[in-house]
């Protein structure tokens, strides 16, 4: 049973440019969201996707977008990267509808802009 | 508004020693709390969590209770191993839902000297 998986594990990027990183969630979750984890901090909620829709949101800006496919599946997109977007972004996946299920993480995408 | 702040760290221990970090809540209504643990360049896994106060969530060792009169969710474990070397996030979420947003700490790392 595959677990959270994310893609690609490292990017490199310049300021400027947009970025997708992709994400797919344990089998049998419908929901899935995204977090910006900066250097030494806790991770900050991004967004959450349910039924291919953007259900909430947190205190990112609209550079930051997202789009969930009809398997489930999630992309991030970031464009006009700055360098304070250089993060470990993490995706999480769940059940939208059931209640106490832990959420499961991928190991994310280590971003760097230069 | 809803947060949590853990001890800063490092916090560096012998093996078999006791462990306690402390995490303190602000949350408007009835949060759920969680504790995370993340490996040097893997994703979040949940360590444990606890639903309603005085419950107390164990696993691997590890206990936390939640204390609603304090506010507070400290993670302990009578025996340390270097196995245990890792960051540590105090988390709360204020849904049922599993698929509920998770505001987290700022994290706790945690080594743990032979």
């Known amino acids: 049973d595959a677990g959270v998986t994310q893609s690609p594990t490292h990017l490199i990027k310049t300021r400027g440019q947009q970025v997708t990183l992709r994400c797919s969630p344990k089998?049998?979750?419908?929901?899935v969201s995204w977090y910006q984890q900066a250097l030494g901090q806790g991770p900050q909620f991004i967004f959450q996707y349910y039924e291919e829709e953007e259900r909430q949101r947190g205190n990112f800006p609209d550079r930051f977008s997202g789009h969930q496919f009809p398997n489930y599946s999630s992309e991030l997109n970031v464009n006009a990267l700055l360098l304070g977007d250089s993060a470990l972004y993490l995706c999480a996946s769940s059940f939208y509808r059931i209640r106490n299920q832990p959420q499961h993480f991928g190991d994310g995408t280590r971003l760097s802009i230069l | 508004g809803n947060s949590v702040t853990q001890m800063e760290g490092p916090v560096t221990l012998s093996e078999e020693a006791f462990l306690t970090i402390n995490c303190t809540y602000t949350a408007t209504g009835y949060p759920s709390l969680f504790w995370y643990v993340q490996y040097p360049g893997e994703g979040l896994q949940l360590l444990l969590k606890?639903?309603?106060?005085?419950d107390k969530g164990s696993n691997k060792g590890f206990e936390a209770t939640y204390r609603k009169e304090t506010t507070s969710f400290h993670l302990e474990k009578g025996s340390v191993q270097v196995s245990d070397s890792a960051v540590y996030f105090c988390a709360l979420s204020l849904s049922y839902s599993s698929a509920s947003k998770i505001i987290f700490g700022s994290g706790t790392r945690l080594s743990i000297r032979p």
């Open positions: 089998s049998g979750h419908d929901t």
């Open positions: 606890a639903t309603k106060a005085d």
